[in-house]
């Protein structure tokens, strides 16, 4: 039988810990909610390897969506400063196990998907691990979630090459937007702050992460 307690102890240790990610509480989270959860039956058993775990295979519906490699998880969730009171929006979440992560550091999550599938594998896994304070929805990513806006943190779960209007719109003054930006999965951290009308993106560390689907850059024409 797998011990996935060791498991996730090792990842905690061998992957967060050495990584400079130094916020207890992240720490803690990590080392409590079961990864193996979060992801397919046939896949609990590298639910700690340090990598991405893919939660769909693609399809005519759509490309393959994962859940974020624990590493850069857990570096995102500290650049985002998550305090005890804050309203989070959690973007593109899969099944679930990065609202698990915040539900712990924060008051509230809001969760978007577009796939009915993966939010019902996300609202059995949430619901296993007490995660009462999320609350998951069905939209287009790109859209956020304006009914619960404005938000304290939008975090997205994957790699954008363009950051929407419509997401910036729905942070507090003073909010933050996180993830990783970039083309191809490869790219650098940010932190977006809205202040006033006038956001500042500054970059963080280097990151790879899945692309989400729907937030390519436009076009641009050059001459």
């Not at 959860?37 to 639910?47: D, I």
């Not at 859940?67 to 650049?79: D, H």
């Not at 938000?151 to 003073?174: C, H, M, R, T």
């Amino acid at each position: 039988m797998i011990d996935f307690a060791e498991l996730r102890r090792g990842m905690v240790d061998g992957q967060v810990r050495t990584n400079d990610v130094t916020d207890l509480r992240i720490v803690e989270a990590m080392m409590e909610i079961p990864r193996e959860r979060f992801v397919p039956e046939a896949l609990r058993s590298l639910a700690y390897i340090d990598d991405d775990l893919i939660v769909r295979q693609p399809s005519a519906s759509g490309p393959a969506r994962y859940i974020l490699e624990p590493m850069v998880l857990a570096k995102l969730l500290q650049i985002a400063d998550v305090q005890p009171t804050d309203l989070v929006l959690t973007i593109g979440a899969a099944t679930g196990y990065s609202a698990a992560l915040l539900a712990r550091l924060s008051g509230q999550v809001v969760s978007v998907e577009d796939d009915a599938d993966l939010i019902a594998a996300a609202n059995s896994a949430l619901a296993d691990v007490g995660a009462a304070n999320v609350a998951t929805f069905q939209g287009p990513l790109t859209a956020g979630w304006a009914g619960e806006a404005p938000y304290d943190i939008i975090f997205l779960n994957g790699s954008i090459e363009d950051v929407p209007d419509a997401l910036v719109a729905q942070l507090k003054d003073g909010g933050r937007l996180v993830g990783v930006k970039g083309k191809g999965g490869a790219g650098r951290a940010i932190v977006l702050t809205k202040v006033g009308s006038a956001p500042s993106e500054v970059s963080a560390f280097n990151a790879a992460a899945p692309a989400l689907p729907g937030f390519e850059a436009p076009p641009r024409f050059t001459f």
